[in-house]
Nanobody, 117 residues
């Protein structure tokens, strides 16, 4: 019943912006933390941003000041606003939901972000 569907990935030139969306079905934001992860070709999946039910946030050092994670409870959607994009941001971006107590986690299929000129 839980389903996470990412969208918004695209090609963009360095310095450009994109907003990724994660439509979350079967997720209760009051007891789940939401996150964005990314995986570049040949590299490990890494944390990008985390958003808790009380709006606490954590960001990877590499994206601080450039990326913003947010949530729209009415739309059951989590966003990742990405500004000042760099070529090293190129990756498949995955939406993640984690139960705050059980730590059960769910993943979306990912959306491709390519930053190049």
């Amino acid at each position: 019943q839980v389903q996470l569907v990412e969208s918004g990935g695209d090609w963009v030139q360095p310095g450009g912006s994109l907003r990724l969306s994660c439509a979350a079905s079967g997720i209760i934001f009051s007891i789940h933390s939401m996150g964005w992860y990314r995986q570049a070709p040949g590299k490990q999946r890494e944390l990008v941003a985390i958003l808790t039910h009380n709006d606490s946030t954590n960001y990877a050092d590499s994206v601080k000041g450039r990326f913003t994670i947010s949530r729209d409870n009415a739309k059951d959607t989590v966003y990742l606003q990405m500004n000042s994009l760099k070529p090293e941001d190129t990756a498949v971006y995955f939406c993640n939901a984690r139960h705050d107590f059980t730590r059960n986690a769910y993943w979306g299929q990912g959306t491709q972000v390519t930053v190049s000129s």
